[in-house]
């Protein structure tokens, strides 16, 4: 039980942490604002759709779910870009940017929330849970910080560090949501690439973070490469004019 709760929010909990990570790091002058924001606008989204879980399930033949998780992922891939592509402006991105981290929180939040209480436990059960709980956040805010401040030493020397990393937080968005579409039929997954699952397996430490920060699936497809590209590519594009923000008040 214990392993299982580390690993369980350390999955669920890592991506989110790094892409939240990478925004304050790029709004570090409205760092307040974006947080308050993402708090909202997060709790309301997971308190929604978990009073909701039995009704959304029997949409679509019982894809229901599955397709709602889709479109968040794509939803927060497009708040994403918007941000980046509106960077200039003075606080939209910082709006755009809290609303695609909560997007991204609710499906995380709730698959939480089922997983804390929607099952019965012993309680020394439930004792190894919440220590599993309290060390899967304690290792996804750690990866987090040191992400935040190896971006932050990285854009000194090379302003493309915080698009890059940006770029592929967007991208494994995309990737998740077409991973999700290819297993409801709703697209074709296409030829098996390659099989990187003897060097990096996607359960191991690497292939939770790499998971977290672009996708990273051993076997993937074409439609899930060239999603994966595009995004990137785009993304990259985007946030061409892209800079951190200079600490101040809000």
């Known amino acids: 039980m214990l392993i299982n709760a580390v690993v369980m929010f350390l999955r669920e909990l890592l991506p989110l942490l790094l892409l939240l990570s990478m925004l304050l790091l790029w709004q570090r002058a409205h760092w307040r604002g974006l947080l308050a924001i993402f708090t909202a606008s997060a709790l309301g989204g997971i308190l929604l759709l978990t009073s909701q879980f039995s009704r959304i399930s029997d949409w679509l ?135 990187s699952q003897q060097w990096i397996s996607e359960q191991s430490e690497y292939g939770y973070f790499l998971n977290a920060l672009m996708g990273y699936e051993a076997t993937p497809g074409v439609s899930l490469l060239l999603a994966m590209l595009g995004s990137v590519l785009g993304l990259l594009w985007l946030g061409r004019r892209l800079e951190v923000q200079n600490v101040q008040n809000d």
């Open 61 to 195: 033949d019982g894809q229901g779910l599955e397709l709602l998780y889709a479109a968040l992922y794509l939803l927060t891939a497009l708040l994403l870009a918007l941000a980046i592509y509106l960077s200039q402006r003075q606080r939209l991105p910082m709006w755009l940017a809290a609303l695609a981290s909560s997007s991204l929180c609710v499906i995380h939040g709730a698959n939480l929330v089922l997983y804390l209480w929607f099952y019965q436990r012993t309680p020394a059960e439930s004792q190894s849970l919440w220590l599993g709980a309290a060390m899967g956040v304690g290792i996804g805010l750690s990866v987090a910080v040191l992400l935040y401040y190896l971006t932050l030493e990285c854009q000194r020397y090379w302003r493309w560090s915080l698009p890059l990393v940006l770029a592929l937080l967007g991208a494994r968005q995309i990737s998740m949501a077409v991973a999700i579409l290819i297993q409801t039929d709703w697209l074709t997954p296409g030829a098996v690439l390659w099989d």
